[in-house]
């Protein structure tokens, strides 16, 4: 059905045409409403948000149909609230995370990778958690023998732990108002599936409906949950907003497969601050804390390079440390070579053209290549700054300070702009133990607190390079 069409849209949307049809589709971004699954939302324009939602027949008599009910709001101040119970998972990194531990009746989302250990973190959670109670753990994707190797892998024998291989989320809500358990565990979200929805297990409209299915139980019984949902490539969980939304926290467990550490984020937290990370280490005994993250980040570096400086980014609303890398050398013949790997190649460009106006660096004789190292992609302004003190760097053969991280964007002038959640940025910093922070001289009204990290504003590009030392 063409959505530009008047005449088919007003058919579609018709009252007769609903009462009809039994589900319709809701556009995740703006709630635009279509009896059809569409591929392009005709009121937004967004791509591949339509999500399927069962029609919820309601009787429409008047104001008071509720068997004569009648709600009434009374002073906020008359309530009183209630202290929230927390328990302790066993691991001091989850807690601080978490805000203080695991809050009683609290619907906890965990995302990421597929393999980058969700699974064996949880069990880990369900033997160390303390407090009454069973532990329920449901999995669709592993078998009881799977979850039993991996628990005699990890040393773990606790009879408070029982196990449940079933996708039907009816069944499994059975299994929990039996089992009357402290923790549920949901492994993953996007295994189970709902009888009442006709779309496929993993779909948007069956994540859905689970999450709100399983809330209802476990929030009326005052059951923790943590559910487990895999990212998809973009860095959602199925269902982008749709499940951030529903549950009280999200966190996020990150890292290269192939390396073996791992970020657990919190993205939202009712309970607590979303400015905490904890960092682990898969071992072949499980995840293990560690203590102090910013040496291992440091370690990873060369021990005094010139060409490496330390930016600090955002992707959504969370800060992530990456390291810059430039490397400069004489162009033999011809046309200077410029190279961007994770920065946009344009911008690059444009900042050398600034070095050469505005700091007198001579770089049209010089191939510059820059990277950002672990194959991560920098699309934002704030990096300007780290990209032209790390060039610069390589190019005079002076290093950066190995604990300073540099922020600002750059004007074509070569003043140094105001950044965007400078706060959270310089939080991540202090976080990770750097020492020295450059930040625009215009972002440090931003910041009120006291922090352990020495700030210094900067106006423009040559006052940057005097600070570190490349002037
Ligand atoms: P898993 O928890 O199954 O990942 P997810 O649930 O996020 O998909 O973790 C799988 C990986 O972890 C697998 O590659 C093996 C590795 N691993 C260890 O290195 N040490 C261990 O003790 C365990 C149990 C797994
Ligand atoms: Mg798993």
Same mark, same amino acid.
């Given at each position: 059905m063409c959505p530009q069409c008047e005449f088919f849209y007003a058919k579609e949307t018709s009252p007769m045409y609903m009462a009809k049809s039994k589900t319709v589709f809701v556009c995740n971004e703006c709630g635009y409403e279509s009896s059809k699954w569409l591929g392009?939302?005709?009121?937004?324009?967004?791509?591949?948000s339509f999500y399927e939602q069962k029609v919820v027949e309601t009787k429409s008599?008047?104001?008071?149909?509720?068997?004569?009910k009648i709600a009434t709001p009374q002073a906020l101040n008359s309530y009183e609230a209630k202290e929230t119970i927390r328990t302790h998972t066993g691991f001091n990194e989850l807690d601080r995370v978490l805000g203080g531990g695991l809050v009683k009746g609290s619907l906890v989302l965990l995302g990421g990778e597929p393999g980058i250990g969700k699974s064996t973190l949880i069990l880990q959670i369900c033997d160390k958690i303390k407090g009454d109670g069973k532990v329920l753990y449901v999995s669709g994707e592993e078998s009881a023998e799977q979850i039993k190797l991996r628990a005699d892998r990890l040393g773990i024998s606790n009879e408070d732990i029982l196990f449940l291989g079933e996708t039907n989320i009816e069944l499994v809500n059975q299994a929990i108002i039996n089992v009357n358990p402290k923790l549920v565990i949901i492994?993953?979200?996007?295994t189970m599936y709902s009888?009442?929805?006709?779309?496929?297990?993993?779909s948007v409209s069956q994540v859905r409906e689970i999450t709100s299915q399983v809330m209802r139980v476990c929030k009326s019984k005052g059951i923790t949950t943590i559910i487990i949902g895999h990212v998809t490539?973009?860095? /959602?969980?199925?269902g982008p907003r749709v499940l951030e939304h529903m549950v009280d926290t999200v966190l996020y467990l990150e890292g290269?497969?192939?390396?073996s550490y791992r970020i657990l984020r919190g993205v939202k937290n009712r309970f607590g601050s979303t400015n905490e990370i904890g960092m682990f280490e898969m071992k072949d005994k499980g995840m293990c804390e560690i203590d102090n993250p910013s040496d291992i980040l440091i370690s990873e570096r060369e021990d005094n390079p010139s060409g490496s400086c330390i930016i600090a980014t955002m992707e959504g609303t969370r800060p992530l440390l990456v390291e810059l890398q430039a490397l400069t050398s004489q162009t033999i013949f011809g046309y200077p070579r410029r190279t961007a790997n994770g920065i946009d190649y344009n911008r690059l460009t444009l900042l050398i053209a600034v070095l050469e106006k505005k700091?007198?660096?001579?770089? /049209?004789s010089q191939d510059v290549y820059l990277n950002v190292v672990s194959g991560l992609k920098v699309n934002e302004p704030a990096a300007d700054l780290g990209i032209m003190m790390v060039t610069a760097s390589s190019f005079k053969n002076i290093p950066i300070p190995k604990d300073m991280i540099i922020l600002g964007e750059v004007g074509l002038t070569g003043e140094v702009r105001r950044i965007n959640m400078i706060e959270k940025r310089v939080k991540e910093a202090e976080k990770l133990g750097f020492k020295t922070c450059l930040i625009p001289?215009?972002?440090?009204?931003?910041?009120?607190d006291n922090y352990k990290l020495d700030i210094i504003g900067i106006k423009d590009v040559n006052e940057a390079m005097k600070k570190i030392g490349l002037k």
């Open positions: 392009k939302c005709p009121a937004c324009n967004s791509w591949n008599k008047g104001i008071s149909q509720s068997d004569g492994d993953s979200i996007q009888e009442e929805i006709t779309a496929a297990a993993g490539k973009e860095g /959602n969980i199925a290269e497969r192939y390396f700091a007198g660096l001579m770089l /049209n001289e215009s972002n440090k009204k931003d910041l009120k």
